[in-house]
């Protein structure tokens, strides 16, 4: 944790997201009932509502922050989802071998090859709209690519001696695969999980824009669904969209700083270095400066 802190993008994403999550867990205690008609509709914002009401006369505020909690626990959950799922067919597929994995990995290059949006789409549009279907519907189309990366890192690992040293003590396969190879995984599982958690939450918002969740929910999607029914562009209700909007930038913005920083502390490679320019001895903006004077 020390080290993950003394990055400066890590820092910066960690900042951002732990915002969030304060926000999704406390902000609802704080603000007053999404539902609750509260005004004239369209109104900008004021002392009294002080990010205007929506086209049905709520409180932007108040559904902006309810709908953090929904749309980031959509997001975690999914990212849980398709992690877990991911890890452990690669996982599987990596370590057996054989035809295990021929049959895992003609599997998951199925799942690759579909299209995800339509299939996403359809499926969305098919079953009973909710948080667990979008859950479902993220998941069943997003651990295929995640499985693949984990098949390749678990063939990399499964020829180490502390392997060999589990399969000659009698450890059961799964447990192998679930307690030794896994774990060691560590980075590459949390760097994963925080992108697939940053896919969930742009897929939930953009289904749920286009109507294909449970539109009585308070989310960040359905805020904008409701806006775009709203006409709020036509009547230039800015209000009633840009607080969702930005919230869903800084997220996504958090999750991916977040996302470097671990991926230079555990690649030093990828550390910023500094520009050619500086790095070359003696060149310096001084002699520059003043032959421009």
């Known amino acids: 944790m020390r080290t993950l802190l003394e990055n400066r993008k890590a820092r910066i994403g960690l900042a951002v997201v732990v915002a969030f999550v ?120 997003g651990w295929a690519w995640n499985a693949r990366v984990f098949r390749a890192q678990t063939l990399s690992i499964r020829s180490r001696d502390f392997i060999a040293a589990a399969i000659i003590s009698g450890e059961h396969p799964l447990r192998i695969v679930v307690v030794e190879i896994l774990p060691n995984m560590a980075s590459l599982l949390v760097a994963s999980f925080i992108g697939a958690t940053l896919y969930a939450i742009g897929a939930q918002v953009g289904l749920e824009f286009l109507g294909l969740g449970d539109v009585s929910a308070v989310t960040w999607g359905t805020n904008l669904y409701w806006a775009s029914n709203d006409a709020a562009l036509l009547t230039g209700s800015w209000w009633t969209f840009v607080p969702t909007g930005v919230g869903i930038a800084l997220v996504g913005f958090g999750l991916t700083m977040l996302n470097f920083g671990i991926d230079e502390l555990t690649n030093p490679r990828l550390a910023a270095r500094r520009s050619p320019l500086h790095s070359r001895p003696g060149l310096s903006a001084t002699p520059v400066a003043r032959e421009l004077r």
Do not use: E
């Open 22 to 141: 304060l926000l999704a867990a406390v902000g609802p205690l704080l603000v007053s009932d999404p539902t609750d008609f509260v005004g004239a509709p369209h109104q900008s914002p004021s002392a009294a509502h002080w990010l205007g009401t929506t086209g049905q006369g709520q409180d932007v505020l108040a559904q902006t922050v309810v709908g953090a909690r929904t749309t980031l626990l959509v997001g975690v959950l999914t990212g849980l989802g398709v992690i877990g799922l991911g890890a452990l067919v690669g996982g599987i597929a990596g370590y057996f071998g054989g035809r295990i994995d021929d049959a895992l990995t003609l599997l998951i290059n199925v799942f690759l090859v579909l299209p995800g949006l339509p299939l996403m789409v359809v499926l969305a549009a098919w079953l009973p709209p909710g948080p667990g279907t979008i859950i479902g519907v993220l998941i069943l189309t």
